[in-house]
């Protein structure tokens, strides 16, 4: 699959940087998007000397005209898009960034700004990505949607408003979206951390936490790499509406025996209303 052109969004630190440094050495040429002109030559530094396969923007995707010119400067620079890695997001260290010393806050306490910048940069971003780059995967007869949500329990968990409910509409939309491209030569999946990362945006007390056995082992940004490397090959042409975890993916065996063994259906469990009131 060398010389496929990647966009991967938040691409320039921590979950997003490590998968398009990880698609670039696969052999893949990637345009990083991310809102910080300052982590640019960080980024391009690196990539080292495949860096003629690196392009970096700054702009915030937030503006649909961004995300226009993102995707016209890629096939400008490149001639086209066939991957599209929507990472860009604000995690709690933006929504709630006391929560770790003082407690969540309630949803009634969380100011408009927060939500509202919660659900652009998690849900709206990758909207607006997806319905301007998959008229083109369509028409070329191939392409990769992948979707970075979060663990089912953190987008329900009291307090993860809005973080959760933002990135549950990135998961359902992987279901549906999925549905849609059907026959389209089109996929799309979820590839996910599986429990807390530890990026730059991961809060000090969550790393001290981890340590200490009090949350999960935190999962370094490089798991990432290899449960995406499988969803955007040839190999999983097959592999729709999936979702894979980066902490249970084993790389001790073939990528498909892997994500045999680890993926799951995207979207949410149903239950019938009997077994909540059973028992």
């Known amino acids: ?48 000397e495949l860096a003629a396969g690196l392009h970096c ?55 408009d700004e927060i939500v509202q910048d919660t659900m652009d940069t998690n849900y709206v971003v990758a909207d607006q990505m997806t319905r301007r780059v998959t008229p083109g995967l369509i028409e070329r007869g191939w392409g990769r949607i992948v979707n970075v949500t979060t663990k089912l329990d953190t987008m329900n968990r009291a307090g993860s408003v809005p973080y959760g409910p933002s990135k549950a509409a990135l998961e359902m939309a992987t279901e549906i979206w999925a549905k849609e491209l059907v026959g389209t030569g089109v996929t799309a999946n979820v590839v996910n951390p599986g429990a807390g990362a530890n990026t730059p945006g991961m809060a000090k007390e969550m790393r001290e936490w981890s340590a200490t056995g009090k949350a999960p082992k935190l999962v370094e940004p490089q798991e990432m790499v290899a449960p995406l490397l499988f969803v955007v090959s040839r190999e999983a042409d097959r592999v729709n509406g999936y979702r894979f975890d980066a902490n249970t993916w084993r790389t001790d065996i073939a990528p498909a025996a892997s994500a045999s063994q680890t993926g799951r259906r995207a979207g949410f469990e149903l239950h019938a209303l009997s077994d909540c009131l059973s028992g």
Request: proline content about 4%; some cysteine; aromatic content about 6%.
């Open 1 to 48: 699959m060398s010389g496929q052109i990647a966009i991967v969004t938040g691409g320039l630190r921590g979950l997003g940087k490590a998968m398009a440094l990880g698609l670039l050495r696969s052999g893949r040429k990637v345009v990083a998007v991310g809102h910080i002109a300052g982590d640019i030559v960080p980024m391009q530094e690196e990539a080292g």
């Open 57 to 111: 923007l700054a702009l915030d995707l937030r503006r649909p005209s961004a995300c226009t010119e993102a995707i016209a400067m890629t096939r400008q620079r490149f001639g086209a898009v066939d991957i599209l890695v929507n990472n860009a997001g604000l995690t709690f260290t933006y929504t709630d960034p006391e929560r770790f010393t003082k407690g969540p806050r309630k949803f009634w306490e969380l100011s």
